[in-house]
């Protein structure tokens, strides 16, 4: 993620993330309490574009203030910062973190101080391979009567990583995760849909983290006159589909192949998942300079 050279945004400076530091009474460190976000830059004829900038970054001041990790920071610094972070390090494709972080506290009460880091690396796909066998998990998302799930709270990707493990050891590449209801939730990092008869169906939110890419894919099918429905679904109604894929800033558009070894039916470029993920690498790169669009 870093070399030597590679230079970070800390707490209102531009510094070498080599030589950074961070406190290890950190709460964020011990009990999880922090909040970050996740983009992508994506480099166009007009230089970088940093896609949704400003939805991502709204979102991640929200849920600072959910965790009472609120930052003196608007969304357009925020915007400005990472632009800058971009031109500082020579990249214009790249993975930008923004995280803040908690000062030492040992207790369970909100701090008071806390911190921002912006890093922006390389990262091209996320998720190794094209096309993922995936298994459904037997860890479930958190209910969102535990904490707000709809915030991006570092310690809620315990459930995640988790679930990646025990996808994992069961020989599949990542897992789909059931809500505390027994419906159909999410993936560990990203929003699943699945494809039947010409219709693309996807879980409604309460229990899932809602992707900014989730609102893309919603636009993009409405371009494409594809209806996208979303519902409660159980894991028969995974049975026979056409298609499936996860969507995130990190995965983007993600085609699975399989469902607990259970192919689905049409091969990935013969999906609409497949046009999604094609108008969606267009939108990306060629759409006209938006780093200020909100959709
Ligand atoms: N669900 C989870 C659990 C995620 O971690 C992510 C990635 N941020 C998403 C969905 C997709 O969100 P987005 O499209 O905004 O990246």
Known sequence: YYDQDTVIF???????????????????????????DAMRAYGTALGPNIFK?????SRFLDAANTMHLGLDYSVDEL?????????????????????????ANMDLTPTKKHNIFIA????????????????????????????????????????????????????FDDALLLDVDGFIAEGT?????????????????????????????????????VEVVEGQYKP????????????????QITGINSIDRHLVLKDWEDTIGFEVFEKYRQYVTQSEYDNYSII
Do not use: C, M
């Open 10 to 36: 800390h707490n209102g400076e531009f510094v070498k993330a080599a030589e950074s530091k961070a406190d290890l009474f950190s709460q964020s460190l011990h009990y999880g309490n922090g909040v970050f």
């Open 53 to 57: 900038a400003r939805d991502h970054f």
């Open 79 to 103: 915007v400005g910062v990472s632009y800058q972070l971009l031109e500082e390090n020579g990249f214009s494709d790249a993975y930008i973190r923004p995280l803040v972080y908690a000062e």
């Open 120 to 171: 922006a690396w390389r990262w091209d796909k996320f998720l190794g391979k094209d096309l993922l066998d995936i298994t459904i998990s037997t860890y479930t998302r958190p209910s969102p009567h535990s904490f707000n799930v709809e915030a991006k709270i570092s310690g809620h990707y315990i459930n995640s990583i988790v679930s990646i493990a025990e996808a994992k050891e069961r020989g």
């Open 189 to 225: 990092g990203a929003n699943f849909f699945f494809e039947k008869e010409g219709k693309l169906y996807t879980s409604q939110k309460g229990h899932i983290y809602p992707g900014i890419t989730r609102n893309v894919v919603f636009d993009i099918a409405k371009s494409l006159g």
């Open 236 to 251: 028969e109604d995974l049975k026979d589909i056409d298609g499936a894929f996860f969507t995130g800033t990190a995965a």
